[in-house]
């Protein structure tokens, strides 16, 4: 549940305090930065505050911030359901979402969950937690054993601090070209322009 100050924040009865005065809104453009795409596409996608702290990595008091900052409507707070025999793990779905947003073909990324799933069923679910799509052109099939665990608060350009809350440094990066973002190196090894062209998508 959205706390008392942020409600107060929504109405307009009070100042924005340190830190959310240092997250104003971003400039009106096409592209927003890569985190606020993926936590406005969550949150459309009804992802809950339970869900959407586990799976990005945020205090409940940080979500609020953004939720505020970006005018989102207010997160479901109902408990997070616990998956079936079939279900995906918080863990799979976190390592969906980081390579996803890298551009890791989703056959690999199949590949290198706990339950490994086909290609479809990677973005089927992708598409249900609200992640945005890579451009094709950008998409690569790296060796799945190459691929590092993820590290969300990297790939977003957050820096944490002492009490583990991610703290903007001159707001979230904007990785929509993965290939000339210099974030691919968060993956491991990766595959030359020549590699990924014989590969396809």
């Known amino acids: 549940m959205i706390s008392a100050a942020v409600q107060s924040l929504r109405q307009g009865r009070t100042a924005l305090p340190t830190p959310l005065a240092s997250l104003q809104a971003p400039a009106a453009g096409p592209v927003l930065p890569l985190f606020d795409r993926v936590l406005s596409g969550m949150v459309a996608a009804g992802q809950g505050v339970?869900?959407?702290?586990?799976?990005l990595g945020?205090?409940?008091l940080v979500l609020d911030e953004h939720i505020v900052r970006l005018c989102?409507?207010?997160p479901h707070d109902r408990p997070l359901r616990k998956p079936g025999p079939l279900?995906?793990?918080i863990?799979?779905?976190v390592r969906l979402i980081f390579w996803r947003l890298l551009g890791v073909h989703p056959e690999i990324i199949g590949q290198r969950l706990e339950r490994p799933r086909s290609a479809n069923a990677v973005r089927a679910q992708a598409r249900r937690m609200g992640?945005?799509?890579p451009p094709r052109r950008e998409l690569h099939k790296p060796d799945p054993a190459s691929l590092r665990e993820p590290d969300l608060a990297a790939l977003f350009g957050f820096d944490r601090s002492d009490d583990c809350r991610p703290t903007l440094q001159g707001g979230p990066s904007d990785t929509r070209n993965c290939a000339t973002s210099?974030?691919?190196?968060l993956l491991g090894p990766v595959p030359s322009a020549a590699?990924?062209?014989s590969q396809g998508s």
């Open 50 to 55: 339970q869900a959407l702290c586990l799976l």
């Open 58 to 60: 945020l205090t409940q």
């Open 72 to 74: 989102l409507p207010t």
């Open 87 to 89: 279900g995906w793990c």
């Open 91 to 93: 863990r799979d779905k």
């Open 131 to 133: 992640i945005p799509t």
């Open 182 to 185: 210099g974030r691919r190196d």
């Open 195 to 197: 590699e990924r062209k």
